[in-house]
């Protein structure tokens, strides 16, 4: 049976035990229960869970405009979902075999992005000019337009860029790689949550790939996050881009599942 509320506090009391059972698959529903509780901005938002003989057995989230998480949603759970929200599913995301039960429920999308999560195993540093740095205020007019750069390369922008930048910015989420004294290259860290960190989005400018800075910042982001953040480093990628798998393997990221985004109005 599904429960919904739009309370914060409510869904975590229910769901967040369940969630911090698997905190590896469970970043990102994780991740913005912390953020909401952390005073993130949010319109409109719905929470539920799902119970099966007697304990909560699944959880989902909204928060608009993002797309709706059934990361933690059991294959069994989803056709109920669907009726229960009367079909009305436009953009999600979670693990694959979910989503193609939601996908053969509700028709043919416009937009399927295979994704992968990976969790680091042993770090492998790679060898490139640079160092990095946690950013800081000045890079903001920069920052911003690398987070709309991303948004408008993989169609997964969401809500005002410039306030998300400014609140990773204080609470030391975001970092950069520098060479000859300039950023060239942006990753972020999400705040730990059972003790798992997620690295996320990871940017480098056209004119500036390549040269593996990605692969620096990322590895910077990843020696912070397990010297001093958490135990556990995860990461997704966009499967349809195989340079940037084979780059977060090259640094010691494994696979751990498969997930997809998928849209059938508007954006993605």
């Known amino acids: 049976m599904w429960t919904f509320t739009s309370a914060v506090e409510e869904y975590a009391g229910v769901a967040e035990p369940f969630l911090l059972g698997d905190p590896v698959r469970n970043t990102v529903p994780l991740t913005v229960l912390a953020n909401l509780r952390a005073g993130m901005p949010v319109r409109d938002p719905l929470f539920g869970w799902w119970t099966a003989g007697g304990a909560v057995r699944g959880a989902v989230f909204h928060t608009p405009p993002h797309p709706a998480g059934l990361f933690a949603v059991p294959v069994e759970a ?21 989503t193609d039960e939601a996908t053969r429920l509700l028709g043919a999308p416009r937009l399927v992005v295979s994704e992968r ?38 169609g997964m922008g969401h809500g005002e860029v410039a306030d998300v930048v400014a609140r990773r910015l204080q609470h030391e989420e975001l970092f950069v790689w520098e060479a000859e004294g300039a950023p060239v290259s942006l990753a972020a860290l999400s705040p730990a949550v059972g003790g798992v960190c997620r690295i996320g989005p990871v940017y480098t400018p056209p004119s500036r790939r390549r040269r593996g800075y990605g692969a620096a910042v990322t590895a910077h982001a990843s020696q912070v996050a397990l010297a001093e953040r958490c135990e556990q480093v995860v990461l997704f990628t966009d499967l349809a881009n195989p340079t940037s798998n ?23």
């Open 78 to 98: 989803v056709a109920p979902l669907v009726e229960a929200l009367g079909g009305e599913l436009p953009v999600f995301v979670g693990p694959r075999e979910v």
């Open 117 to 154: 999560l990976y969790r680091l195993g042993a770090l492998a540093v790679p060898d490139v000019p640079g160092r990095g740095r946690l950013a800081v205020p000045v890079d903001f007019p920069l920052l911003v337009s690398w987070y709309q750069g991303f948004g408008e390369e993989t």
């Open 246 to 268: 084979a780059v977060y393997r090259a640094i010691g990221y494994e696979p751990v599942a498969d997930y997809a985004h998928i849209a059938y109005t508007g954006r993605g």
